[in-house]
T-cell receptor
């Protein structure tokens, strides 16, 4: 399996521009998570989906952020308009939820390093 | 809500043993995870504890005390490649999401 795939790996943009980050979860996984990581705040959960439905978006910072999961194999995180304080590494992770295992290990993608100038 | 506390940084010498502590406060308990993250890379799963006691996995072991809200990760026979951040995480009860601590950056010196 290719693992969780994210694109782009690096993005540099100017303040005010729209940014779209993409994620393909591991095939067969039914829960997907978007995280943001900065030195100051660590790894923060932004939103997560189960069976393509948003379950918890309490971590989404503000209306400039939106996320969609149109099907089981694709999700996007959009920032519009972007601001310098959005500069961070954005990770996507997926799990196979509801299995008989005692725990659900999250598998992380390689991340997208976003720089907003 | 959840609150997780870890030391920010630790240093150790190659071949030594190091213990990274994590204290947590959570409403309901559903296990505790440890992840390793090398600089510039994604976090990777190390261990999961849901019952009290020590879980050993090669050079790495993880301990949990639910009554004390305390866990530690024990790394033995340290190698240079163990230099990384170690993240403690707990899932809020009955959810699949994880709340991460800020991580402990471990530097191993020769």
């Amino acid at each position: 399996d290719a693992g969780v795939i994210q694109s782009p790996r690096h993005e540099v943009t100017e303040m005010g521009q729209e940014v779209t980050l993409r994620c393909k979860p591991i095939s067969g996984h039914n829960s997907l998570f978007w995280y943001r990581q900065t030195m100051m705040r660590g790894l923060e959960l932004l939103i997560y989906f189960n069976n393509n439905v948003p379950i918890d978006d309490s971590g989404m910072p503000e209306d400039r952020f939106s996320a969609k999961m149109p099907n089981a194999s694709f999700s996007t995180l959009k920032i519009q308009p972007s601001e310098p304080r959005d500069s961070a590494v954005y990770f996507c992770a997926s799990i196979s939820s509801g299995t008989n295992s005692n725990y659900n290990e999250q598998f992380f993608g390689p991340g997208t390093r976003l720089t907003v100038l | 809500g959840q609150n997780i506390d870890q030391p920010t940084e630790m240093t150790a010498t190659e071949g030594a043993i190091v213990q990274i502590n994590c204290t947590y406060q959570t409403s309901g308990f559903n296990g505790l995870f440890w992840y390793q993250q090398h600089a510039g890379e994604a976090p990777t799963f190390l261990s999961y504890n849901v019952l009290d006691g020590l879980e050993e996995k090669g050079r790495f072991s993880s301990f949990l005390s639910r009554s004390k809200g305390y866990s530690y990760l024990l790394l033995k026979e340290l190698q240079m490649k163990d230099s990384a951040s170690y993240l403690c995480a707990v899932p809020p009860y009955n959810t699949d999401k994880l709340i991460f601590g800020t991580g402990t950056r471990l530097q191993v010196f020769p």
